[in-house]
């Protein structure tokens, strides 16, 4: 599925969907990203991840919608797992302070990490 910039899919995982994003998540691609993930939610899952490792750019709008996807997860007592988000991405989450929401794995030395969020 295509969202202008933005290029996503859903597949099944072993805890839940997985939407994988690759190339820009704005302003102009929030509305057809927030469609994509309220249809997940609204199948009431419990764990979702998104593989952001295509992701080159997420903006505020973008970051928005994933903190209330996150939000909605935490108080069904989930989590939303972010993949491999690459630094651009991951440097905002830091920088708007909503990184903790988050379950982060990063790829380290060919092997996924755990980087624990609060929770």
Known sequence: MAL????ASVAAGR????????G?????SAAELT??????LSRGTVEL?????????????SIRVLVL?????????GRLGLLHPQRPVARILAVL???????????TMGEPEAEAGAG
């Not at 820009?24 to 102009?28: E, H, N, R, Y």
């Not at 998104?50 to 750019?57: E, N, T, V």
């Open 49 to 61: 991840t998104i593989d952001a490792s295509g992701l080159r750019f997420a903006d505020t709008a």
């Open 97 to 107: 302070g909503v990184a903790e929401m988050f379950t982060i794995r990063r790829a």
């Open 15 to 22: 805890s839940g969907p997985v939407i994988t994003l690759s």
């Open 69 to 77: 996807a996150a939000t909605t997860l935490n108080e069904r007592g």
């Open 4 to 7: 202008d910039g933005l290029e």
């Open 35 to 40: 469609a994509l993930i309220s249809g997940q």
């Open 24 to 28: 820009a998540a704005d302003l102009v």
